[in-house]
């Protein structure tokens, strides 16, 4: 352990739940199912591992307090509404564009984790959130006010909305682990939530939840291996060493992996207003989270 307990390997961590969540955009577009069943598998699969790997914590859970059992259902909720969202988006505008917007949470983050945690952003935070959004423009319109063909509104509207529901899931996970709430019993509140909150959802859609090939069934089993437990629970576990914030920042690696594992298996190649875009982004993400205090 590093100093005041922080694991000296976090960045290694870190590393590993990049590169994990950078297939999720990969693995939804090549299942072919609805965003919806795409969120609501993940997550189920999910539950199931993370209760077979620490169904001892339950007892955890029972000595938590109503409050915090009841925030981290909150954050589940979010986290439902994060994925239901963003994945739908995918199957309307690029990957690179959909997940670029999406990593935008630590904005989103930023400003809840001040209302939650009084975290005052700095002056460089605050001209990084600037820069996002010009990128975001650049990417979206090319400059030009108007959509470009193969870019819809609607789309647009989903990726952010799973932006802002990410960063208030983020939010939520650092006050919760921050306060000492164990990791399992944190993401099986959580998890579990997500999947009560998506079955309705999909049900009240009347969307089909079983009726899909093999081939199908095997991406939903990934995402919940690879981008989820490898992903997302090991970015809940470094939340409790570092600020909502940071954690967040550092998956604004996850437009790039996505992007290029696009092009390399969906043959999907960015236009250069894109990557301009994209980099301007990330820039202006990555003022936020360098400018944040150690």
């Not at 352990?1 to 590393?15: S, W």
């Not at 938590?64 to 909720?77: F, N, V, Y």
């Not at 709430?181 to 959580?190: G, N, R």
Request: glycine share 8%; hydrophobic share 55%; with cysteine.
């Amino acid at each position: 352990m590093g100093a005041k307990g922080r694991p000296r390997n976090i960045y290694v961590m870190l590393a590993i739940a990049v590169f994990s969540v950078s297939w999720a955009a990969i693995f939804v577009r090549l299942s072919g199912a609805p965003g919806a069943v795409c969120a609501f598998w993940r997550m189920f699969f999910s539950s199931i591992i993370t209760f077979l790997i620490a169904g001892s914590e339950l007892t955890g859970i029972r000595n938590q307090t109503p409050h915090h059992i009841l925030l981290a259902a909150a954050s589940g909720a979010f986290l439902a509404a994060h994925f239901t969202s963003w994945m739908e988006s995918l199957f309307l505008i690029s990957v690179s564009l959909s997940t670029t917007i999406v990593v935008t949470h630590p904005i989103f983050a930023l400003l809840f984790a001040f209302f939650l945690l009084r975290e005052v952003p700095s002056r460089r935070q605050v001209v990084g959130l600037m820069i996002a959004l010009m990128g975001i423009f650049m990417m979206t319109t090319k400059g030009r006010f108007v959509y470009p063909e193969g870019i819809t509104a609607w789309g647009i509207a989903l990726a952010f909305i799973g932006a802002l529901c990410g960063g208030i899931y983020f939010a939520l996970g650092r006050l919760l682990r921050a306060s000492g709430m164990s990791l399992m019993s944190y993401t099986l509140i959580a998890y579990s939530t997500s999947v009560i909150v998506l079955l309705p959802y999909v049900l009240i859609n009347k969307i089909s939840l079983i009726d899909y090939p093999p081939r199908t069934w095997l991406f939903f089993l990934l995402l919940a291996l690879v981008p989820m437990l490898s992903g997302h629970t090991l970015l809940n576990y470094v939340l409790r060493y570092a600020k909502a914030v940071a954690v967040t920042g550092v998956v604004m690696g996850e437009p790039v992996g996505a992007t290029l594992l696009a092009w390399l298996l969906l043959n999907e190649l960015p236009t250069f207003e894109e990557l301009l875009g994209m980099a301007i982004t990330l820039i202006g993400i990555g003022l936020v989270v360098t400018g944040e205090s150690s």
